[in-house]
């Protein structure tokens, strides 16, 4: 497949129109900024009644109920349900271990990435996105409404993976950003030299609904169906340094081995803490991961 | 072209292929123990691969080895080229030659007993020359045209036994025949031999040329004497059959003599010569045997110091120890035989043994006034050969022949002194010697003897106590004298020896003293007659060597003449003139008899003998161990341990190995790849 060069790579029409019968849903209540399309636990200005309480200075008078002044002669105030906006944060790992693969998972973060911004933006969801990578954090926040889908869509474009990952400062980052309460969707495929573990902490403890997407390429999952083969000398785009490897069948099966202890780990990890993990091969449509696999997993409905 | 004997196989070119694996084995190793040259290949991230590996060896610059087909095949197609380099000769059964002159050793070093199976190495020589024989004959896979075989036995000369031929019964047949010697080993005989049969002479041309050399197989332990002095012609081929163990030890005794003793006549003194040939020193005893019976052993063990190798000059220098046995009283003579007390894988040398001659009749003169008291002590032992002379008539003889004192074993002098006396043995009585540094200075009277040497031989049962002479010359004697007798007037009975001139000297004339009275005077004049007649020279023919011939003087009439040889046997000589007959040669060491039927006319009563001794010559044929190469005055032949080397070139099925497996080696490197 050749590189993404124009927002419509990233994102076709008949995907899209399919995508506008999606919503991003969360497992939690969030506190927005604004009104938005869904319920808060926040009591606001809704017409839904919630509670009462009692009266205080400076309360506006016009949630008073007369009624029960009337017959009890005591002020209380009427609080109402409040409609808020869903924040919507998308973190794409720009690390340079993301451009690789075929199909390529950089390519498929940022494909990935506006579909599901795109979702958010037609919700009213307050998007907002991140790239980050090494001593490098890129944002584009407060995106509402389909409007601000090619202004997106560009900011994806022009999204380069390089350099190695910075994925803890990253998480570190957003947890403490201040982007509100919401969905935060990270896109990697978490290979991290130095463990996934501190960064998913910094998100896990913050009130974020964290959905961990792994992307993953065909041939890491399974290299001996993808040509590795025979005595080789790997390079990591990364790091650039050199792994000699004599591709023979009980290394490949040990390879296989190592991946599933790695995956299975990260997903033990993320259940501990309340974080959705998901193996997503590079080579799966992404009309059917949104539509069947993220369904399914609760995220989009 | 140098041949190196490794496994059985014959190494033309070893330094080469010796090289090249030095050079090539140990660079393919290292590639594979340095790290593979691997297809570089980059993936997003090495993180799962080195969990998977943990191939941590692969940052080393060095690795262990590991267990890889392509480098069991390279090393086997390698193995295969350093092989073909060196040019193995394997024995495939055939002969490139269509001629082969088998040479067979049968010196006195193939009778050591080392071979397997308790042969002696001429015995293993005839079974591996029968076995080539029916492998060149024997057809096969690889078997071209049965060559012609020739069958030359050789030692000190050479024999042919079976011309060219293509009867392999025949063939063999002459190699069973083949006998062993005591002799010595020289190769140039066989091989001019062998040429003589292969040489063809081109009226065109004016030198014989070979028409298609042959193939040579040598059996032999390599012990040659005359190797240096044997080359190769163009297109002759050697296969050199090593018979015998390289390790084979042994002593023998190189010489044997015996002399009689000067004071002694009727005692022998034996002498003997030992070597050993080994490299560690050798102590032993030995034993004299005299006919049969054994007569002396030395009183501890002889010492024989151990050989040296002399590099510079490629000999073995044998060590050598000289061995004086004590007198024997031997007065008839006899077989003297000197052994090892202990034997060695090489018999024949352990012993060696020369024949002590009787004691032949004396042949007397007797010149002067010819004294009834002298001339009938003379007449009373059994001489030879009594003549008696005027002064006037030795001296004509003198002069007509200056050596005529040669035919006589002693002359007596009675009162009376020749014109010369330069040569001859003499017993003077009386008369002044001349030219021999004796002066008189004139004549006593009434002389006894005032000191006697009873020690001295002449004097043995001599009693002097009762002489007395009335006149005696008074002489000065000088210092190549002896005196034996003095009185206080000078020397009464002196001796001398000088070069051909012995002389025993009486100062006195016996017939002026009571002496003639005496038993003693009897027996001073036998035991002068005897001293002078055999002093100090040896008793024994020299021995014979291996090889050599027999050869006798039969008196006139004698008959039924017969060998009788070491082994027991008698075999019968048939010669046309009993007076002189020849018979050999004497092959093998030992006590050879010619006995004949002496004839009744001659006074003889029945059977009479000579014996000789064959001694084999350990100085030169003791060498027992084997030789791995022979080494010819222009080329070096290594040697094979098997019979049936034919020396064919395998280095052509090497590469052909060396190619299947590079294919081979392809095919696997294309499926990995």
């Known amino acids: 497949m050749s590189r993404l060069t124009k927002v419509d790579d990233l994102i076709d029409s008949r995907l899209m129109a399919r995508l506008d019968r999606l919503d991003v849903i969360s497992r939690k209540i969030f506190t927005g900024k604004i009104q938005g399309e869904r319920r808060s636990r926040r009591r606001g200005q809704s017409v839904e009644f919630a509670d009462f309480r009692n009266y205080s200075h400076g309360d506006d008078l016009r949630f008073v109920d007369w009624n029960i002044y009337a017959r009890l002669d005591r002020l209380f105030l009427k609080l109402f349900l409040e409609e808020e906006d869903l924040s919507m944060v998308i973190a794409i790992d720009m690390s340079q271990s993301m451009d690789g693969g075929t199909p390529n998972k950089f390519d498929y973060a940022r494909r990935l990435a506006m579909a599901l911004g795109y979702i958010g933006l037609v919700n009213n969801n307050r998007v907002s996105l991140f790239g980050f990578g090494a001593e490098r954090i890129e944002r584009l926040t407060g995106m509402r409404g389909r409007r601000r889908t090619r202004e997106m869509g560009q900011w994806i474009l022009s999204r380069t993976a390089e350099g190695t990952e910075g994925f803890s400062d990253a998480m570190r980052t957003i947890a403490l950003g201040g982007q509100g309460r919401g969905v935060l969707l990270i896109l990697s495929d978490f290979l991290y030299p130095d463990g996934y573990e501190k960064g998913l902490a910094y998100v896990a403890g913050r009130g974020f609904d964290v959905f961990a997407l792994q992307l993953l390429a065909p041939e890491e999952m399974d290299p001996a169906r993808h040509g590795v083969a025979g005595d080789l000398r790997l390079i990591d785009s990364e790091t650039g340094k050199e792994t000699e490897v004599t591709a023979s069948t009980s290394v490949l099966t040990q390879y296989r081995a190592s991946l599933e202890t790695y995956v299975a780990g990260l997903r033990d990890f993320s259940v501990r803490r309340s974080i959705t993990h998901q193996v997503v091969e590079t080579s799966l449509d992404l009309e059917t991961l949104l539509l069947d696999y993220l369904r399914r997993r609760g995220l989009l409905a | ?673």
Not at chain 2, 422 to 435: D, E, Q
């Open chain 2, 1 to 673: 072209m140098t041949q190196t004997s490794l496994l059985a196989v014959a190494w033309l070119a070893p330094v080469a292929a010796t090289i090249l694996g030095l050079t090539t084995i140990p660079p393919l190793l290292a590639l594979y123990f340095l790290r593979l040259r691997r297809t570089r290949r980059v993936i997003p991230s090495t993180m799962m691969w080195k969990r998977a590996t943990q191939d941590l060896r692969a940052n080393a610059p060095f690795q262990r080895l590991r267990f890889s087909w392509l480098l069991l095949l390279q090393l086997i197609a390698l193995a295969m080229l350093i092989l073909a380099i060196a040019q193995p000769q394997i024995d495939l059964g055939e002969s490139s030659a269509s001629r082969v002159v088998f040479l067979i050793d049968r010196s006195g070093s193939m009778n050591a007993k080392d071979a397997p199976a308790d042969l002696t190495r001429l015995e293993e020589a005839k079974r591996l020359a029968s076995d080539r024989l029916r492998s060149l004959h024997g057809g096969g896979l690889f078997a071209g045209p049965s060559p012609s075989v020739m069958v030359v036995a050789f030692a000190k000369d050479a024999q042919v036994l079976c011309p060219f031929t293509d009867n392999l019964a025949q063939a063999i047949e002459a190699v069973n025949a083949i006998q062993s010697t005591d002799e010595t080993t020289t190769l140039t005989d066989a091989f001019e031999l062998a040429r003589a049969f292969t040489t063809v002479t081109n009226p065109d041309e004016q030198k014989a040329s070979i028409a298609d050399p042959p193939s040579y197989e040598l059996f032999s332990d390599g012990r040659i004497a005359d190797l240096d002095r044997t080359t190769l012609r163009g297109g002759e081929r050697v296969v050199f059959h090593s018979i015998g163990k390289p390790t084979t030890a042994n002593v023998g005794i190189a010489a044997v003599a015996a002399a009689r003793t000067p004071d002694r006549p009727d005692e022998v003194q034996v002498f003997a010569r030992v070597v050993n040939w080994q490299p560690q020193p050798y102590a032993g005893d030995l034993e004299v045997v005299v006919d049969g019976r054994l007569r002396a052993v030395t009183p501890k063990p002889v010492d024989v110091p151990g050989a040296q190798d002399n590099d510079l000059l490629a000999v073995r220098l044998p060590g050598e120890t000289q061995v004086v046995f004590p007198s024997l009283a031997l007065p008839q003579g006899g077989v003297i035989e000197v052994r090892l007390a202990t034997h060695d894988a090489l018999v024949a040398d352990d012993r060696a043994a020369v024949v002590a001659s009787p004691p032949e009749a004396l042949r007397i003169a007797l010149v002067g006034r010819g004294s009834f008291v002298m001339k009938s002590l003379l007449e009373g032992m059994p001489l030879k050969l009594l003549e008696v002379f005027s002064l006037d008539d030795w001296n004509g003889r003198l002069r007509d022949d200056p050596y005529a004192p040669d035919a006589f074993d002693v002359i007596v002098l009675d009162d009376a002194m020749p014109e010369s006396i330069a040569r001859g043995r003499y017993l003077i009585f009386h008369a002044l010697p001349i030219g021999v540094g004796i002066s008189s200075y004139g004549t006593k009277e009434f002389a006894t003897p005032s000191s006697i040497r009873d020690e001295h031989p002449l004097l043995r049962y001599v009693n002097l106590d009762d002489l007395f002479v009335t006149s005696m010359t008074a002489v000065a004697a000088g210092g190549e004298t002896d005196v034996i007798v003095e009185a206080s007037e000078g020397p009464m009975i002196l001796t001398l020896n000088r070069g051909p001139l012995s002389f025993v000297y009486v100062t006195f004339d016996p017939m002026e003293s009571d002496w003639p009275f005496q038993r003693g005077f009897v027996n001073f004049f036998a035991n002068s007659i005897a001293w002078l007649a055999a002093g100090g020279t040896a008793v024994a023919v020299e021995p014979l060597i291996p090889g050599d011939v027999a050869k006798a003087r039969l008196p006139a009439g004698a008959k039924d003449a017969t060998m009788l040889l070491p082994n027991g046997k008698s075999v019968a000589i048939a010669s046309q003139d009993p007076s002189s007959i020849s018979w050999g040669p004497l092959r093998s060491s030992g006590i050879y008899r010619i006995n004949w039927t002496a004839p009744i006319s001659s006074g003889g009563s029945g059977p009479s003998s000579i014996a000789y001794a064959v001694n084999m010559n350990s100085s030169v044929e003791g060498r027992a161990d084997a030789a791995t190469e022979v080494k010819f005055a222009t080329e070096r032949i290594a040697g094979v341990n098997t019979g049936a080397s034919t020396d064919s070139s395998a280095w052509p099925w090497l590469l052909l190995i060396a190619l299947a497996v590079l294919c081979l080696e392809w095919w696997v490197w294309l499926r990995r790849v």
